[in-house]
């Protein structure tokens, strides 16, 4: 399955910076308010060391991360819902995402004025769901008129609905996200097809400057305290530094880290929230070809893990040969895995676990 992100933030709080560092797409940066015309797609490859670990034993001709599609959509501003500043066009362009990546300027710079005159990612958070809530809240109403209709017509289910839309209409006017909205999950199933902005995970980005890019500062702080009540990640960003990190090669990139005092770069952190947000998982196949990890969501079973490879293997499923992750590498070949009884044969009802290694018997 095709994981898709879309970075969301004020204008000049450094998204293109942090998107560029991310993606294989490099798209072009300005201090200029609104300079964007248009939002830019760009493909991330999921940091998974396991792949290189599994290739070393297995040597095939090429290895082939899960990868995240990015959508980096041209900043914000107050009003932006209405159609100020780029206007309510790209809000639609991350309608279609999993998840939002929120990014928050955290640094200061003389040279990059800040459209609202000062720096306060607090403030700026508050900015941008407000934008959000806005078009949600339309969306919202519209679809409330359309199931009027039906109610006035006796529609027993329309009623049921018109009651939940009310519920998401008074929460979003009292500024509350649709994620936070007090529902059961079969109610929400109502404003699905809506696709609705602040009903998405978030994850949020404190981009900072290069002294501030292992402890944070007190930007980083208030965003922390401004979101303490919310199970949400939130993730500090050199994005400056991050850029220069993304030209270098390997080994120059393992130097650079840690003088600056870094363990990896904040792009691989960045895509792990990103996973344990939508609550996604890696599963392995390997063979002379490729070495290759595929993304599913946690708990689905293994007809539909190889449905994510290709339609035709979930229709005609029939069995799937697992290998843990741990017992290939201790072991060093399929051969010692099943001489230590550790292969496993799995039918429909297995559930996929985090780094299975997985060949798929199959019929069409």
Known sequence: MALNCGIIGLTNTGKTTIFNCMSNTKAESSTYAFSATKSNKGIVEVPDP????????????????????????????KGSSQGEGVGNKFLAD????????????????????????????????EIVDFELQVRDLDL????????????????????????ILEVYKNHLENFGNARTVPLEDDDRKVV??????????????????????????DYTKQVKAALKDENIDVIVIAGELEAEISELDATD??????????KEPGVN?????AYHTLNLQSFFTAGPKEVRAWTIKKGMKAPEAAGVIHSDLERGFIRSEVMKYN??????????????????????????????????????
């Open 327 to 364: 017992d290939f590498i201790e072991l060093g070949s399929e051969l010692a895995v099943k001489n230590a009884g550790k292969f496993h044969v799995e039918g429909k009802n297995y559930i996929v676990e985090d780094g299975d290694i997985m060949h798929i018997r199959f019929n069409v």
């Open 140 to 163: 919202i109403e519209r679809k409330m008129e359309r199931v009027k209709k039906l109610v006035s017509v006796g529609d027993t289910t329309a009623k049921k609905d018109l009651k």
């Open 50 to 77: 396991r792949l290189y670990k599994i290739n070393e034993l297995i040597k095939s001709d090429k290895v082939i991360p899960a990868t995240v599609e990015i959508v980096d959509v041209p900043g914000l501003a």
């Open 253 to 262: 990139r393992i130097d650079f880290l840690q003088d600056a005092g870094l």
């Open 192 to 217: 699905h097809d809506l696709q609705l902005l602040t009903e998405k995970p978030v994850i949020y980005v404190c981009n900072v400057d290069d002294a501030s890019a292992v402890n944070g500062n």
């Open 94 to 125: 991350i309608q279609q995402t999993d998840a939002l990546i929120h990014v928050l300027r955290c640094f200061d710079d003389e040279n990059l004025p800040h459209i609202e005159g000062s720096i306060d990612p607090a403030r700026d958070l």
């Open 269 to 273: 952190k960045l895509v792990r929230a």
